[in-house]
């Protein structure tokens, strides 16, 4: 088992920047694909973000591109989301994921492991 903990999230006005951390223990997370969802109210749960085991691959949502930047550090077990020019829409609840198949987090199915989420809120 991965247990996955997010921090980070707070209110930010628009144009500032934000960075969030998945902190994980349990199974080891090195050999785990992770990833980043967002979740706005009223809405479906929507992909962010998806780095690799090795943190060789990174695949980004459009609406995040260029602004967004995940990264990992395997020795602290730990994945990133550094968020910068943010805008009021980017408003939602940010979860971290992990599998061992990097292409269950881009498609955001049957993904093994799912953190609490962190509130991130963006004025305008």
């Known amino acids: 088992q991965v247990q996955l903990v997010e921090s980070g999230g707070g209110l930010v006005q628009a144009g500032g920047s934000l960075r969030l951390s998945c902190a994980a223990s349990g199974r080891t997370f090195s050999n785990c694909a992770m990833g980043w969802f967002r979740q706005a109210p009223g809405k479906e749960r929507e992909f962010v973000a998806a780095?690799?085991?090795?943190?060789?691959?990174?695949y980004y949502a459009d609406s995040v591109k260029g602004r967004f930047t995940i990264s990992r550090d395997n020795a602290k077990n730990t994945m990133y989301l550094q968020m910068n020019s943010l805008k009021p829409e980017d408003t939602a609840v940010y979860s971290c994921?992990?599998?061992?198949?990097?292409?269950?987090?881009?498609?955001?199915?049957?993904?093994?492991?799912w953190g609490q989420g962190t509130q991130v809120t963006v004025s305008s």
């Open positions: 994921a992990a599998d061992s198949l990097f292409r269950a987090i881009v498609a955001g199915t049957s993904v093994d492991h």
């Open positions: 780095i690799s085991w090795s943190g060789s691959s990174t």
